[in-house]
């Protein structure tokens, strides 16, 4: 059972590994797009990086929820942390000595994103351990993170700023420093196992078991469905569109000030999640999400420094409320012992087409116009809010708690 209360000791080891690996991981776009568009690669290049992690996490997370299961999510977040330092020590090293093969980028990035798809499942099943308060715990959380990110792209832009890819060198040093604080965090955690949960049988089986409790949930199954669209069109571009835009018009230092601004709305988001439990909170997440359009239109346009801050803004602001109001559905609905697994398929069904979305967002770009490729995800951003809103397993799914 969990510890009465939100600040547990374990707890507060959660939180900080959290969100100092956070603060690491919102280095790496400033990182990979300052470092390889120094050495003369274009869009295609840094979408590439991307998309390779993301590939990697998503076609090995289904597997990261089984053996959390089997070896304990904590075990295995460790171990994971342990993976991504050496990726990230690695690319470290490459970059502070001059231009690296892309082919060696992309295999470390893809490294990086195998460690997070083991580490990635047991996120979810942690929270409801350590806090009797998950809608609270999810809040607190996503405002410490949304901080430690906007903290994070804001020090990477300074340091890209010095020294083009050897500043990369440098921001890739402090992104392995934290996951090696992130590691230690988690290994001093002491919780025990949940009962009932897989290992007793094939990893297959294991697998199929976990596909049938996915099933059988109309309202998971719908929003992921829904979300797989959303991420090739909206969310896998906006990222590597993000990068390339505002660094080629205004230089990465601002991109980091970009970035360090949507952070800022993050924890606003999560600030208005945390003071508000709506009764129906997909319904409200939903809503939340025609807050991203803004986000998109300033990248259409070349638009004065304070338009394009508060378009990140409201984009940060209404992403971070959907992502508690999802968290907290997904970990007070679904029973403890296949949570590992549902979340497993969770971020595999929204991530896979994040990552053709991020693969394709730079050579499409390159060959149609950042432009279009924006205006697209303007529309397809209020046909996705449109149609999670249209569900009636999603929109009238209760609140637990």
Request: charged content about 10%.
């Amino acid at each position: 059972m969990p510890v009465s209360g939100l600040w547990s000791r374990d707890f507060q080891l959660f939180f900080a590994a959290r969100t100092v690996a956070r603060f690491g991981d919102g280095m790496v776009p400033v990182a990979l797009a300052a470092g390889l568009l120094a050495t003369g690669r274009g869009a295609s290049a840094v979408s590439f990086a991307l998309g390779a992690w993301m590939v990697c996490f998503a076609g090995f997370v289904l597997f990261g929820g089984v053996l959390a299961d089997r070896f304990t999510p904590r075990r295995m977040m460790v171990l994971a942390d342990a993976m991504r330092l050496a990726a990230a020590g690695v690319l470290a090293l490459v970059f502070a000595l001059g231009a690296p093969d892309l082919w060696l980028v992309y295999g470390l990035s893809a490294l990086s994103g195998l460690g997070a798809a083991l580490f990635q499942p047991g996120v979810a099943s942690m929270i409801p351990q350590l806090s009797s308060d998950v809608h609270r715990a999810n809040a607190v959380l996503r405002i410490a993170e949304s901080l430690a990110a906007m903290a994070g792209p804001a020090v990477a832009g300074v340091l890209a700023g010095l020294g083009g890819s050897g500043g990369s060198g440098l921001i890739f040093a402090a992104n392995a420093a934290t996951f090696g604080i992130s590691g230690v965090c988690l290994f001093l955690i002491r919780i025990t196992p949940m009962p009932g949960a897989g290992g007793g049988g094939s990893m297959l089986a294991e697998l199929i078991g976990g596909w049938n409790e996915f099933r059988a949930r109309s309202w998971l199954w719908g929003v992921i469905a829904i979300w797989t669209v959303y991420g090739v069109t909206v969310l896998g571009p906006l990222i590597p569109l993000e990068a390339v835009v505002v660094t080629e018009r205004h230089g990465s230092t601002v991109f980091g000030i970009m970035m360090a601004v949507n952070g800022a709305g993050n924890a606003v988001g999560g600030l208005l999640a945390m003071r508000l439990k709506p009764r129906r909170p997909l319904f409200a997440g939903a809503f939340a999400l025609f807050g991203v359009t803004a986000n998109l239109l300033v990248l259409g346009f070349d638009v004065p420094m304070g338009l394009l801050a508060a378009g990140f803004f409201a984009g940060g602001v209404a992403f971070a409320f959907w992502l508690v109001m999802w968290s907290t559905t997904v970990q007070t609905h679904v029973p403890p012992e296949a949570l590992n697994r549902l979340h497993a398929y969770d971020v595999a069904g929204s991530l896979i087409m994040l990552s053709v979305g991020r693969a394709l967002a730079g050579p499409v770009a390159e060959r149609v116009g950042a432009r279009e490729v924006v205006f697209a995800g303007v529309v397809m951003n209020v046909l996705v809010c449109g149609a999670l809103l249209s569900v009636r397993a999603i929109r009238g799914l209760k609140r637990i708690g």
